[in-house]
């Protein structure tokens, strides 16, 4: 089944329908935990229902995030990639950044790095505090970030333009 929904998410991202071409195994899935739903006796029941339905949704936005990547921009993973959307069209101090993205500024330090090396962000010292260092997207960076706003965008027209 995990092998059939890889390839379906594939072919559903090349045509930009997620599962709206071909819905049967998502639109199951749904239909069985909405079923449960219905029969749930206790609030926490429910709550663990729509979670489940929300993970799974999650899993599967996440895993068609991962493919497009891997098509189009196969040099970053997707956590970089989340890097380069936190820093967008913003000069940000390494501390803001740790901050927005809620992780350690070592580790926030070691994907820069990385980034730093495939040459999508850019580094500048404080002129002030010389201690103080702001990144920036360099124009590759810029080039990643605005494709991948655009995938995230056309991804939630397919989603809520049927929506009714």
Known sequence: MEEYLYQKEYVMLNNMQLHLSNPEPM???????????????SKNEEINIKLE?????YKTYYKIEEINLNQVIKCLTTTEL???????EELLTMNELSEKLGITMGTASVAINKLSEKNFIERERSDDD????FV???KKGLLAYKYHNSFHNNILEKVT???S
Do not use: C, Q
């Open 53 to 57: 339905i929300l993970d799974e949704f």
């Open 130 to 133: 010389r201690r103080k260092v």
């Open 161 to 163: 333009s049927e929506i």
């Open 27 to 41: 639109l199951k899935y749904i239909d069985e935990k909405v079923e449960k739903l219905i029969k749930t006796k």
């Open 82 to 88: 989340h890097v380069i959307e936190a820093i967008g």
């Open 136 to 138: 920036k997207l360099s």
